[in-house]
């Protein structure tokens, strides 16, 4: 399968998933993205447009920890996400995967969100 094709099929998978999940002030919409190198993952206020909380390996209170985008990445990114997110008030999100199947690295991510506090 050519790139152009595989890139466009998966900008079609994020706006199916994004016609269900809308984030709200009370329930942001915790959008996470994993690439080749880095996990960046956020809190979004879909009605303001907003961003209300954001983190990702390139922060400089993760980068002295050389984190990758695998799983250990992903557990150890989940927990600092779920504390900043508590930090700023929020204790309920709804989970956006960005067409990315839910196992392995977005699983691992989820589960320690939840454990970190975040209600899905």
Do not use: C
Not at 36 to 44: E, S, T, V
Not at 91 to 106: I, N, T
Request: aromatic fraction near 8%; hydrophobic fraction near 45%; charge should be positive.
């Amino acid at each position: 399968m050519n790139t152009i094709r595989k890139a466009d099929l998966l900008q079609k998978r994020r706006w199916r998933i994004r016609k269900k999940v809308q984030g709200t002030a009370a329930r942001p919409r915790l959008a996470v993205r994993f690439t080749a190198k880095h996990i960046y993952a956020q809190a979004i206020n879909d009605d303001a447009g907003s961003t209300l909380v954001f983190l990702g390996t390139l922060d400089p209170e993760l980068r002295g920890k050389k984190l990758a985008a695998n799983l250990a990445g992903a557990k150890v990114l989940g927990t600092a996400f779920a504390a900043k997110a508590k930090a700023a008030g929020i204790g309920a999100v709804v989970f956006d995967r960005a067409g990315a199947r839910y196992h392995g690295k977005v699983k691992t991510f989820a589960d320690a969100a939840r454990e970190g506090g975040l209600k899905f």
